[in-house]
Nanobody
């Protein structure tokens, strides 16, 4: 199911930055749960960051302090990536749900995968 569209992926050197965008969401920023995922060759899909309707966020340990997920009033989703590392290389996908995030200990779940809207991905390649 392809209902969202990612953009902003590119090839950069380690230490560089990129900002990914996700458009096409019909979900309210107030009520929706949105997330970024990534998958590298040979690896399983990994939840990178999640943002709830109230702005609460959660991040994979590997990207904490470097990535920032956000969304705006026009229902667009963003992922700002700083200090990129080769291990960040992957296809990045955005996903959204019409309801707020499932919470685990008060934080948006990093294991929920039942999002109802997905994009086809944008490639991020980080070289040394």
């Amino acid at each position: 199911q392809v209902q969202l569209a990612e953009s902003g992926g590119s090839s950069v050197q380690a230490g560089g930055s990129l900002k990914l965008s996700c458009t096409g969401s019909k979900f309210s920023a107030i009520s929706s749960c949105m997330a970024w995922f990534r998958r590298a060759p040979g690896n399983e899909r990994e939840t990178v960051a999640v943002i709830d309707s109230d702005g609460s966020t959660n991040y994979a340990d590997s990207v904490k302090g470097r990535f920032t997920i956000s969304k705006d009033s026009t229902r667009n989703l963003y992922l700002e990536m700083n200090d990129l590392k080769p291990e960040d290389s992957a296809m990045y996908y955005c996903a959204g749900d019409r309801w707020r995030c499932t919470l685990i200990n008060g934080s948006p779940s990093m294991v929920y995968v039942g999002y109802t809207a997905w994009g086809q991905g944008t490639q991020v390649t980080v070289s040394s």
